[in-house]
């Protein structure tokens, strides 16, 4: 595609529920990245991708949340037992290669009630 | 650990003005030093980037002044713009070995008319 495709745009879910977030990044990029941002906030890293490397997980906040990448493409991020301060804009980017611009997607805009 | 620290945190600037945003790393492997403007409801997109080899770069109202010496960077926008408002990001990596960007922590900058 033309660019960093993310689904579902919006969620809304119940305060213990499991959800799963999905990124497709842009053909050809072996980088990618999951951040998450609050509201009026900067961006948290949690989890980056590169090529069939060990990810590097050191962001993600809980056991509760993970990550993977099936084929080198499609990224899902799932988050077990939802709480509400799971509520922010998750944000997925890639890359063409490690450490060069990063093609950020439109978000999934999480709220846990 | 926050790699890359930026200020200020907000900055209203009328219409005309020159708005500066700084940031400072430690990482002296940082080669690439990527600018991120956000509208809201918008995913994050490069605004302009510099590599260490040169001091400034300017495209249009946007120059990034770097100064490796003080592991500095700053972003200057001239003739500010209400359209230029929006948040900010500075980000750092290490292009040539690899390793995911580091972000600033944002800043939002609102112009007058």
């Known amino acids: 595609g033309a660019g960093v495709s993310q689904s579902p745009s919006n969620k809304v879910t119940e305060k213990g529920k499991d959800v799963e977030l999905r990124c497709d990044p842009i053909?050809?990029?072996?980088?990618l990245y999951w951040y998450r941002q609050s509201l009026g906030q900067g961006l948290e890293f949690l989890i980056y991708?590169?090529?069939?490397?060990?990810?590097?997980k050191s962001g993600l906040p809980s056991d509760r949340f993970s990550a993977e990448r099936t084929g080198g493409s499609v990224s899902t991020l799932t988050i077990q037992r939802t709480q509400q301060e799971d509520s922010a804009v998750y944000l997925c980017?890639?890359?063409?290669?490690?450490?060069?611009?990063?093609?950020f997607g439109q978000g999934t805009r999480l709220t846990v009630v | 650990q926050q790699q890359v620290k930026q200020s200020p945190q907000s900055l209203i600037v009328q219409k005309g003005g020159i708005s500066i945003i700084n940031c400072a790393y430690e990482?002296?492997?940082?080669?690439?030093f990527p600018w991120y403007q956000q509208f809201p409801g918008k995913g994050p997109a490069l605004l302009i980037a510099?590599?260490?080899?040169?001091s400034e770069k300017k495209e249009g109202r946007f120059t990034i002044s770097f100064n490796n010496s003080a592991k500095q960077f700053s972003l200057h926008i001239m003739d500010s713009q209400p359209g230029d408002s929006a948040t900010y990001f500075c980000?750092?990596?290490?292009?040539?070995?690899?390793?995911?960007?580091?972000f600033g922590e944002g800043t939002q900058l609102t112009v007058n008319p």
């Open positions: 980017a890639s890359s063409r290669t490690r450490g060069t611009e990063a093609f």
């Open positions: 053909s050809g990029h072996t980088a």
């Open positions: 991708f590169q090529g069939n490397s060990a990810p590097d």
């Open positions: 990482n002296t492997a940082f080669d690439y």
């Open positions: 510099i590599r260490p080899d040169v």
């Open positions: 980000a750092a990596s290490r292009e040539t070995s690899g390793s995911r960007l580091a």
